[in-house]
């Protein structure tokens, strides 16, 4: 049997798993990225999980990787990255896990290694054609055709949250720009426009959008608004992209698709209302493999190296 080891790195917390070629998670570890210590501390760490998990399920025979940031997978390294790793743009991330794993790696974006994921063993396996959206603190996409993802000219295709949308108009955006979806339909951005109408504070909306959703469930009705007006900005984004892009399968993943049926039902109201009569039939669906996503997705990557 075939194993392979996986790793998803993000600014916060890194997991690693066992995975054998069916795509069974045999052994998981998760464990906090020391990202304020910097990169060679990040992959420490990261190879550090690695070692834990196969002390418990035995020896692989490669390692695949999901990194937050801009991945050049064919080079193996980050192109650039957030404040949320100090450092990391111009990691030689392949190279670098290789030597510490002493295996063959691969590496990708842990948006690009989530769609892999769903597509090979979740919500979009056996399509061949998947927009992912992955709608959370930020909101990121990938675009899956054939089992592989596109990654564009300068491996930064999926970038969907900077989009301009007419909501966001005038809105500061996390990249330094205006007018993008990220500003009025990510996750934060949401959760402040909450605070600011309602005059709380961050204080009293200390859940963060969690409470947004709890509210609206409740009949809240700037909670509505507001989760109406993030899933409207961010279904008119998606819809181009459909029309653009002509997907078998919209899959929707991330921290905000859990926001429940007040975000959801204007969501796929938006992206049929924007896109072309023929294609407005479109799926829209959740994700189904959470978290293990980007694992699977970067086994998937590993298990390439191999073949």
């Known amino acids: 049997m075939t194993v392979v080891a996986a790793l998803d790195i993000g600014g916060t917390k890194t997991a690693a798993a066992l995975v054998d070629g069916d795509g069974r998670l045999l052994h998981r570890r998760t464990v906090p990225t020391p990202a ?17 998990v196969a002390a418990a399920g035995g020896p692989y025979a490669a390692a695949g990787a999901g990194s937050a940031g801009v991945i050049d997978a064919a080079a193996g390294t980050v192109l650039s990255a957030t404040a949320a790793l100090p450092g990391w743009a111009g990691t030689a991330l392949r ?21 892999l994921g769903e597509a090979w063993r979740g919500a979009a396996a056996g399509r061949t054609h998947v927009l992912l959206v992955a709608a959370g603190t930020g909101i990121g996409g990938s675009l899956v055709l054939g089992g592989r993802v596109h990654r564009g000219a300068r491996s930064a295709a999926g970038h969907l949250g900077h989009m301009p949308v007419p909501a966001a108009t005038g ?20 959760a402040a426009e909450y605070a600011r109408r309602t005059g709380e504070g961050g204080s009293a909306v200390g859940g963060g959008l969690a409470v947004v959703a709890e509210r609206a469930a409740a009949g809240d009705a700037v909670a509505v608004a507001v989760l109406e007006e993030g899933a409207v900005a961010l279904g008119e984004a998606v819809g181009g992209l459909v029309n653009a892009l002509d997907p078998g399968l919209v899959l929707v993943t991330g921290g905000v698709s859990r926001c429940g049926p007040a975000w959801w039902r204007p969501l796929r109201a938006a992206i049929a209302a924007t896109t072309l009569p023929m294609l407005s039939d479109v799926p829209v669906v959740p994700g189904a493999l959470g978290e293990d996503a980007a694992l699977l997705g970067a086994a998937g990557l590993a298990l390439q190296v191999i073949a």
């Open 36 to 52: 304020a210590a910097g990169p060679a501390a990040v992959l420490d760490a990261a190879a550090a999980a690695v070692a834990e």
């Open 171 to 190: 809105r500061p955006c996390t990249c330094g720009g205006r007018g993008h979806a990220e500003g009025v339909a990510a996750g934060p951005a949401m």
């Open 95 to 115: 190279d670098e896990l290789g030597r510490r794993l002493g295996v063959p790696v691969a590496v990708d974006n842990d948006v690009h290694a989530h769609a």
